[in-house]
């Protein structure tokens, strides 16, 4: 009874041990009946049916990153680079990645070298560059297109090295440094270019200035000139009219007639000191006589003014 007991013990034990299946989270288990696909068991506690059940496949649904190896291509000027890379996977049918390929994981990264080294071929090598953003999309769709059958799906695809051979390397750090000297040179051509613009304005307002200056001065001079000749005009006319009211008071006449002679002795005195040649009237001595004539020339333009008053 007692070997009954522990062998009825036993197999129940190996039937919980082999019927009774715990699922993680985030993983998808493939399960088989007698070698064929019976169904896929969710995370939790889930029960299979001993030596008939099977688990034949555990994925998990998580997205993970596999390294793509170094590896040669050509792009489409010839040039031959090393390139490498990361790829970024998640199965979302895992019915599909048990049946519908061996290895998707190895199957999606063989598919991944190859296509880049396909798409690399369709650009130059300054595009390679340039353009890794859309060669790394043009990876991923292709890759997608590829796999649609196998339950996997590339998340995303990034290109970490692009190494060229050396002697490129070498000629593209040479034209680096040509198109850097390039546009200093450029740059300090227009700085001198600027300066001498700069320049030229200043002396052109300079020269603006200077004029207008000029131009401002002369009419002050302008200004100043006709106020000075308007002032000796009036002080001569407030003279005149000064002398003439004189000359009509008592004593005017012969304070005229001294006046005359004393200008006409002067006169000639300062011809006598300022030149050799002298050129004198008939009656130069006769100062008297001159004074009479000044007079009476006085006198003539007087009456003269007095009867055109007097025929107005």
């Known amino acids: 009874m007692i070997g009954i007991f522990l062998s009825f013990a036993f197999i129940v034990v190996l039937f919980v041990y082999k019927g009774i299946k715990i699922v993680p989270q985030q993983q998808a288990w493939i399960v088989e009946k007698l070698g064929r696909f019976d169904r896929k068991l969710e995370p939790g506690l889930q029960y299979l049916i001993p030596f008939i059940d099977k688990v034949a496949y555990r994925h998990s649904l998580k997205e993970y990153a596999h390294d793509i ?6 792009t489409r000027d ?8 990361v790829i970024y996977l998640r199965i979302i049918d895992p019915v599909q990645a048990s049946y519908g390929v061996s290895d998707p994981i190895f199957a999606v990264t063989q598919l991944a070298q190859t296509t880049m080294r396909s798409e690399i071929g369709k650009l130059t090598l300054d595009q390679s560059f340039e ?8 990876i991923v769709n292709a890759i ?17 090295n692009i190494n060229p051979p050396a002697s490129v390397l070498k000629a593209m750090e040479t034209q ?3 198109e850097r000297k390039k546009r200093a040179e450029i740059l300090e051509s227009e700085g001198s270019r600027q300066a001498k613009i700069n320049i030229a304005e200043a002396e052109k307002r300079q020269v603006e200035l200077a004029s207008e200056a000029a131009k401002i001065d002369q009419i002050n001079r302008a200004e100043g000139e006709a106020a000075a000749i308007l002032s000796v005009a009036e002080a001569n006319a407030q003279g005149i009219a000064m002398v003439a009211q004189a000359i009509l008071q008592e004593g ?3 304070a005229v007639s001294l ?4 200008q006409y002795v002067a006169s000639f005195g300062k011809i006598a000191k300022e030149s050799t040649t002298i050129l004198l009237p008939a009656n130069a001595g006769d100062a ?7 007079l009476g020339v006085f006198d003539a333009i007087r009456h003269q003014k007095g009867g055109s008053n007097t025929a107005l």
């Open 252 to 254: 005017g006449k012969e």
């Open 69 to 74: 190896q170094e590896q040669t291509a050509i």
């Open 288 to 294: 008297g006589s001159m004074v009479a004539q000044a």
């Open 259 to 262: 006046k005359v002679a004393e």
């Open 144 to 160: 997608n297109d590829a796999a649609q059958t196998w339950g996997v799906q590339c998340m995303r695809y990034e290109i970490k």
């Open 78 to 85: 010839n040039v031959s680079l090393i390139i490498d890379g």
């Open 176 to 178: 680096v440094a040509a």
């Open 131 to 138: 353009e890794r953003e859309a060669l790394n999309t043009n």
